[in-house]
Antibody, heavy 123, light 114 residues
């Protein structure tokens, strides 16, 4: 059974930093691209970032470029999101998401989602 | 950016009746080299993470009831729930993955029971 367990959320002041982690199990982690999708309170879904299985290909949405860094440790089956220079508009539930194993190149839809971790940026 | 729009914003349907949600992309998400539409649909129930329903515009994810179906091509897509059940009350989102710069979701459609 695929499981994605996020951790690391919490309350942080504007300008602060947080690192989110996502512990994955139930599938061959290194063969799957992974990503982060966020949802502000009462709002819709916003894609944040995606990383290929090897970690060699990374994409970000424009609003987090230069502030957020996605990475993965395939030896630990863990995905990370380092978030720096946080802003109030980064307040959201952050979901760890899994991409199906590659059948078609760069087909980044998400077949499994974690329960999410809440990040609140406020003074 | 490929902008995704959905209509209606919300709808209320009687139990057992059909629910239809539309999704439109600002440019085609049909990749000509493989004839695939890079479009997925998700269901999000209150307090839960989203769940994948449909990918490649019309391929149902394993375990998804067959009352859910996806159709369309190019820029216009539809999610149909053929016979609405109480457990289908949720928000529904479309997502394009044709472009990763950025990957974009529709704003969502809320489905309720009339």
């Amino acid at each position: 059974e695929v499981q994605l367990l996020e951790s690391g959320g919490g309350l942080v002041q504007p300008g602060g930093s947080l690192r989110l982690s996502c512990a994955a199990s139930g599938f061959t982690f290194s063969t799957c691209a992974m990503g982060w999708v966020r949802q502000a309170p009462g709002k819709g879904l916003e894609w944040v970032s995606v990383i290929s299985g090897s970690g060699g290909t990374i994409y970000y949405t424009d609003s987090v470029k230069g502030r957020f860094t996605i990475s993965r440790d395939n030896s630990k089956n863990t995905l990370y999101l380092q978030m720096n220079s946080l802003r109030a508009e980064d307040t959201a539930v952050y979901y760890c998401v899994k991409v199906p194993p590659v059948v078609v190149f760069a087909a980044y839809y998400f077949d499994y989602w974690g329960q999410g971790t809440l990040v609140t940026v406020s003074s | 950016d490929i902008v995704m729009t959905q209509s209606p914003d919300s709808l209320a349907v009687s139990l057992g009746e059909r629910a239809t949600i539309n999704c439109k992309s600002s440019q085609s998400v049909l990749y000509s080299s493989n004839n695939k539409n890079y479009l997925a649909w998700y269901q999000q129930k209150p307090g839960q993470p989203p769940k994948l329903l449909i990918y490649w515009a019309s391929t149902r994810e394993s375990g998804v009831p067959d009352r859910f179906s996806g159709s369309g091509s190019g820029t216009d897509f539809t999610l149909t729930i053929s016979s609405l059940q109480a457990e289908d009350v949720a928000f529904y989102y479309c997502q394009q993955y044709y472009s990763t710069l950025p990957i974009t979701f529709g704003p969502g459609t809320k489905v309720d029971i009339k």
